[in-house]
């Protein structure tokens, strides 16, 4: 049995009161031969024993939804423990279980929101000697309110108090949800960055940090008694003061304009540090309110950056400067936007969105290593199926099911096991999502017209040239061709632990979706709807027959000269395009939409807005960067780090660099020379593993050069003129 223990009932709201932080303290002597502390916490938790600090990581232990998963960390602290007078204590935060949304997604009213609890034991071996009760002591901590997806208040003058008013704890409900082990990367600090300009402004001052990023602003201060500093955090400065506006209208319910990013210090007198404790930001820059000129240093604040400890797995890099800035913001926006699961941005919503991560788990997976991490989550996302149906956000309660989701973003039962497998080799991460994937498409037969097609979800999404999200293809083409992908990855999956005839099932229902979506939507190697994101995704996911091919490509190209040579697609579309390019050689095509800095590209990104992290969506701007317009008038800006627009960092190890993973062991080379760059090189990781390619014009020739340590390469060149071998490293010369 686990007993948890709260502090009080009463939780931390804005509309309500305020709530402290709770604090927990446990005096105990020990004379064990071992010592293992698991904990287990509904919200957050930092714990410490004897004085030291031993959590995991940032934001311990996960952010879920108790009624469908509980988590607990160990510990193993026997060299922290003496014979007599030990101490534990526990700090405890919001975190997922008590979130004053400001978002419209309900998590203010969630069914689970409760005041932060949480169970410890204290084992010897196998039998536990300490665990929570109301022998336990509980304070009312500096922290006044915490709010992860707002800020935190803390009231340095309380620290002098802070063990003379105690409180005997509560017995609290034990939570309803699956007890496991929290087995994700602990999120670690990154980076640390000190200001690169200091601007004063009216109320105040805008620290610049250079570069987008999350986490959270160190203070250091010689500050006076009971002075008041507020730390807001965004993405732009307009007219020399903090916008704030991208990430507060987005539409959805209401916002506390006064809490948003915003973190609140009350200082005691003399120096003093502070770093909170249970919240994060996505921001580049901070504006700081209540200090004088003195205290407006470079040394106030530092921005302590943090994101789940993945490792880097890989690197590219070529001859194109913008390709190169391109592929910095993808890796990134991708990392900033890693706090446990990937969420969709990491300021204004900090969501899990499970279409984003549709669309970035093989870049993620060419860059970092995220398996412990997707993993995690795709408990979550199997905790959240009802019925067989999914929501479009991952943690939630029931925000999600009717509105924000179906195919596109149903895709996560699919594309994550799929790309866990492709990168890994471990079919126990398709075994483990297959009874969910059954349950999916016994749900989904419900969600069929009469002709065979779906118009279940969102479609395709930030679809360049509409207005905000107003899509210009049809969502039955998008979420038809989508279910088409997601039909075709599950035959896999369904193969690869041996369900023959479930596989055999699965690709029969994808060949009648294709021959419905042929009936209504192709003709003459075209997608009726005349959009470039239905082509593409058509070509993409097979819709095609073989013979169609050539007039198919012709008529994207067509679309394309339509649209003034640019493109025109949105995060799926723009998840295939490039690949549609490069496999029939055009590759230099590709390269010249992708780094143009004519709006909409990503050389418009980062050369004409000097951006460093992935938007939202591509909207065109005035030509300045200290007023930022929207060109047509519109007041909507968008989120400036959002990872799903970073997929075309996959094609630059693909197609330019042509590091193709085939699996866990197989490495394709074959690189696209025809794309009008000098050089280009990248390396990967996989399991020991490594792979680095070089490819660089030599007048008349290319060398490519192979460094392999492990993996079996399959090079496909064109004419190779001769060739090097030096132990691991081979170098081909090839016609230019």
Request: glycine share 10%; hydrophobic share 30%; with cysteine.
């Given at each position: 049995m686990r007993t948890y223990i709260a502090a009080t009932r009463e939780y931390n709201d804005i509309a309500k009161g305020h709530v402290c932080a709770p604090l927990f303290k446990k005096v105990f002597d020990y004379d064990g031969a071992s010592a293992r502390i698991e904990i287990s916490v509904v919200g957050l938790y930092r714990l410490w024993v004897n004085g030291t600090e031993i959590t995991k990581g940032w934001l311990a232990p996960y952010f879920s939804n108790p009624n469908q998963v509980v988590y607990y960390d160990e510990y193993d602290v026997g060299g922290l423990l003496q014979k007599k007078d030990n101490t534990i204590v526990v700090l405890l935060g919001n975190g997922f279980v008590n979130s004053n949304s400001h978002g419209g997604w309900q998590f203010d009213t969630a069914s689970y929101r409760a005041a932060p609890k949480f169970y410890l034991g204290l084992?010897?071996?196998?039998?536990?000697?300490?665990?929570?009760?109301?022998?336990?002591?509980?304070?009312?901590?500096?922290?006044?309110?915490?709010?992860?997806?707002?800020?935190?208040?803390?009231?340095?003058?309380?620290?002098?108090?802070?063990?003379?008013?105690?409180?005997?704890?509560?017995?609290?409900?034990?939570?309803?949800?699956?007890?496991?082990?929290?087995?994700?990367?602990?999120?670690?600090?990154?980076?640390?960055?000190?200001?690169?300009?200091?601007?004063?402004?009216?109320?105040?001052?805008?620290?610049?940090?250079?570069?987008?990023?999350?986490?959270?602003?160190?203070?250091?201060?010689?500050?006076?008694?009971?002075?008041?500093i507020v730390l807001t955090h965004g993405e732009i400065v307009n007219d020399g003061e903090l916008d704030m506006t991208n990430l507060t209208n987005i539409g959805h319910g209401d916002i506390q304009l006064e809490y948003v990013q915003k973190d609140f210090y009350i200082c005691k007198a003399g120096t003093q540090t502070y770093t909170p404790s249970f919240v994060y930001h996505g921001f580049r820059y901070v504006y700081v309110e209540g200090i004088t000129a003195e205290q407006?240093?470079?040394?106030?604040?530092?921005?302590?950056?943090?994101?789940?400890?993945?490792?880097?797995?890989?690197?590219?890099?070529?001859?194109?400067?913008?390709?190169?800035?391109?592929?910095?913001?993808?890796?990134?926006?991708?990392?900033?936007?890693?706090?446990?699961?990937?969420?969709?941005?990491?300021?204004?919503?900090?969501?899990?969105?499970?279409?984003?991560a549709v669309i970035s788990a093989e870049y993620m997976y060419y860059n970092i290593e995220p398996t412990a991490s997707l993993r995690e989550w795709l408990v979550n996302i199997r905790g959240a199926q009802?019925?067989?149906?999914?929501?479009?956000?991952?943690?939630?309660?029931?925000?999600?099911?009717?509105?924000?989701?179906?195919?596109?973003?149903?895709?996560?039962?699919?594309?994550?096991?799929?790309?866990?497998?492709?990168?890994?080799?471990?079919?126990?991460?398709?075994?483990?999502?297959?009874?969910?994937?059954?349950?999916?498409?016994?749900?989904?037969?419900?969600?069929?017209?009469?002709?065979?097609?779906?118009?279940?979800?969102?479609?395709?999404?930030?679809e360049i040239g509409g207005d905000n999200w107003v899509r210009q293809t049809p969502t039955e083409v998008g979420n038809s061709l989508n279910y088409i992908d997601f039909m075709a990855k599950a035959a896999f999956m369904f193969e690869v632990v041996g369900k023959t005839e479930r596989a055999k099932d699965v690709a029969q229902r994808r060949a009648d979706m294709i021959a419905a979506f042929r009936k209504k939507y192709v003709e003459n190697g075209a997608v009726n709807c005349n959009t470039q994101t239905g082509q593409v995704l058509a070509m993409a996911y097979g819709v095609f027959m073989d013979e169609e091919d050539g007039a198919a490509y012709e008529r994207?190209?067509?679309?394309?000269?339509?649209?003034?040579?640019?493109?025109?697609?949105?995060?799926?579309?723009?998840?295939?395009?490039?690949?549609?390019?490069?496999?029939?050689?055009?590759?230099?095509?590709?390269?010249?939409?992708?780094?143009?800095?004519?709006?909409?590209?990503?050389?418009?990104?980062?050369?004409?807005?000097?951006?460093?992290?992935?938007?939202?969506?591509?909207?065109?701007?005035?030509?300045?960067?200290?007023?930022?317009?929207?060109?047509?008038?519109?007041?909507?800006?968008?989120?400036?780090?959002?990872h799903f627009l970073g997929t075309v960092s996959a094609w630059f190890y693909k197609a330019l660099a042509g590091l193709n993973v085939v699996s866990a062991d197989v490495v394709r080379v074959s690189p696209k020379f025809a794309c009008g760059l000098d050089w280009v090189a990248a390396d990967f990781e996989n399991g020991g593993k490594k792979i680095a390619v070089r490819w660089e014009r030599q007048g008349e020739e290319i060398a490519l050069t192979v460094d392999n340590d492990g993996f079996?390469?399959?090079?496909?060149?064109?004419?190779?003129?001769?060739?090097?071998?030096?132990?691991?490293?081979?170098?081909?010369?090839v016609k230019a």
């Open positions: 084992y010897d071996g196998a039998q536990r000697v300490l665990t929570t009760d109301e022998g336990w002591t509980a304070y009312d901590s500096p922290i006044t309110f915490d709010d992860y997806r707002n800020g935190e208040w803390y009231d340095a003058r309380k620290e002098s108090a802070l063990f003379s008013d105690s409180k005997k704890p509560l017995i609290a409900d034990t939570p309803m949800g699956f007890y496991k082990k929290c087995e994700s990367q602990p999120i670690k600090t990154s980076a640390e960055y000190k200001p690169v300009k200091i601007m004063p402004c009216k109320g105040g001052y805008i620290y610049d940090f250079g570069c987008n990023d999350s986490g959270v602003c160190r203070l250091c201060i010689d500050g006076k008694d009971g002075q008041k407006a240093t470079a040394d106030l604040l530092t921005f302590v950056a943090f994101h789940n400890d993945t490792p880097v797995r890989g690197h590219f890099s070529c001859s194109n400067e913008t390709i190169n800035k391109v592929q910095a913001c993808a890796v990134q926006s991708v990392l900033s936007n890693f706090h446990h699961f990937p969420t969709d941005c990491p300021h204004r919503e900090k969501n899990g969105w499970t279409g984003d009802k019925d067989g149906a999914l929501p479009g956000i991952v943690p939630t309660d029931t925000w999600g099911y009717e509105w924000g989701g179906g195919m596109g973003w149903d895709n996560i039962l699919v594309e994550l096991p799929y790309q866990m497998y492709r990168f890994t080799g471990e079919k126990k991460y398709i075994e483990e999502n297959i009874d969910a994937l059954e349950n999916y498409l016994d749900f989904i037969k419900t969600k069929l017209t009469d002709e065979g097609l779906t118009d279940y979800g969102l479609g395709e999404w930030v994207l190209k067509q679309l394309i000269a339509r649209d003034n040579d640019r493109m025109k697609v949105g995060c799926f579309g723009l998840k295939n395009l490039f690949d549609l390019f490069s496999d029939r050689g055009d590759a230099a095509k590709a390269v010249e939409l992708i780094a143009d800095p004519r709006f909409p590209s990503y050389g418009y990104w980062v050369e004409k807005r000097g951006l460093t992290t992935m938007p939202e969506g591509f909207q065109e701007y005035e030509d300045t960067l200290e007023h930022v317009r929207r060109k047509d008038g519109n007041s909507f800006i968008v989120s400036l780090n959002h079996d390469v399959c090079v496909e060149l064109g004419e190779i003129v001769r060739t090097e071998r030096t132990g691991n490293r081979t170098v081909y010369y």
